[in-house]
Nanobody, 113 residues
Framework: QVQLVESGGGLVQAGGSLRLACAASGSISSITTMGWYRQAPGKQREWVATINSAGYSNHADSVKGRFAISRDNANSTVYLQMNSLKPEDTAVYYC???????WGQGTLVTISS
């Protein structure tokens, strides 16, 4: 089994930056793809970005050019660098591992206008 713990959320002004981290523990040798999702108040959870074990990544159109997913395999951590933040980026951000269908507990990101 795998456990995921997110950190790095907080309150920032529009135009600011945050870096989220997702630390994995447990059967991490089986981890390949990792993803970030978010859920805004009153909305469905949506996909934000994915990265595979080779470092290839994809990002949702809504964040492309502003957010960047990366991973540090040595430390079993996946990051989400978020720049040029907008109020509509306000959400709880979750990391997800599809190998074990495991979600982290989420970290709240609030962007003020």
């Amino acid at each position: 089994q795998v456990q995921l713990v997110e950190s790095g959320g907080g309150l920032v002004q529009a135009g600011g930056s945050l870096r989220l981290a997702c630390a994995a523990s447990g059967s991490i040798s089986s981890i390949t793809t990792m993803g970030w999702y978010r859920q805004a108040p009153g909305k469905q959870r949506e996909w934000v970005a994915t990265i595979n074990s080779a470092g290839y990544s994809n990002h949702a159109d809504s964040v492309k050019g502003r957010f960047a997913i990366s991973r540090d395999n040595a430390n079993s951590t996946v990051y989400l660098q978020m720049n040029s933040l907008k109020p509509e980026d306000t959400a709880v951000y979750y990391c997800y591992n599809p190998n074990f269908a495991v979600w982290g507990q989420g970290t709240l990101v609030t962007i003020s206008s």
